[in-house]
């Protein structure tokens, strides 16, 4: 398969990371870092500029953001409160048969869900475990971002149907850092942004490995997906839906279409 098909190139490293949301090491200064992101339904251009950048060793899988917002803002401190109701920067992985979400703010607010499909839920199957037992995780049913119309109440839009949603998961070993380049909250105030780093070991991986490497070999390839949502106010109102940049555009204003996210190809320092 050639480079060109992959639309992130994630290299390797052997520097040790300190996640603090400090982007200024280093590490990162040397990473590649994305495009700018584009608006997730048009691919037209962003209001701020946005940047992911992605690396990755042995043991974890890292992630990092720089995020423009000269008002820098964030009022959410629960875990698993939902982010996107404010501004958040975004990670989808897709396992094939279901997807991770993570979701954080300014203030290294998190907010996790991880999604399995339907129609790969069986009894017996790989998903009959009990951090996944419907009832004792209290799980939901989900159709997508497109699920508020008549014809696609119950359902959502996407062709494979709903998801069995689990707000509970929790990824182990999950470490954040976030730091705000300005004063947070200060209306008053002009700011330059706020930078987030994320790490994730491969090990707490094994759900959406689906039957790949962990850590990955050398050319291997997932679909990932680095986005924000920007709360804006027009005219003293909130702007509804939330702006949504990304990496990759979708076509359509819907997040969770793990088939549009972009392909991150794993390769060599």
Request: with cysteine.
């Amino acid at each position: 398969m050639s480079i060109s098909s992959a639309d992130y190139l994630a290299y390797k490293t052997t520097d040790p990371i300190e996640i603090n949301g400090d982007l200024t090491k280093p590490v990162w200064t040397s990473a590649r870092k994305s495009k700018r992101f584009v608006d997730m339904a048009t691919g037209g251009p962003a209001l701020y500029n946005t940047r992911s950048a992605c690396l990755w060793d042995n043991k974890n899988l890292y992630v990092a953001f720089w995020v423009e917002e000269p008002f820098v803002s964030a009022d959410l401190t629960r875990r698993d409160d939902i982010i996107f109701r404010e501004n958040d920067v975004e990670i989808f992985i897709d396992g094939g048969d279901c997807y991770y979400e993570l979701e954080l703010n300014a203030l290294g607010t998190i907010y996790e869900m991880m999604f399995i499909w339907r129609d790969a839920y069986k009894r017996g199957g790989r998903f009959d475990a009990p951090e996944f037992d419907l009832i004792d995780q209290h799980a939901y049913s989900f159709g997508g971002d497109f699920d508020r119309q008549p014809e696609f109440f119950w359902d959502g839009i996407h062709p494979r149907g709903t998801r069995w949603a689990f707000r509970n998961y929790d990824m182990e070993g999950l470490r954040v850092g976030v730091q705000v380049q300005g004063k947070i909250n200060d209306p008053n105030h002009v700011d330059e942004g706020w930078t987030a780093e994320v790490a994730i070991p491969w090990k707490s991986l094994h759900w959406l490995a689906d039957g790949r490497s962990l850590p990955p070999q050398k050319g291997d390839e997932w679909k990932i997906f680095f986005g924000r949502f920007q709360k804006l106010m027009n005219a003293g109102q909130e702007v509804s839906p939330h702006p949504a940049w990304v990496l990759k555009p979708h076509g359509k204003y819907d997040t969770h279409q793990p088939e549009q996210f972009p392909v991150v190809r794993f390769v060599d320092g």
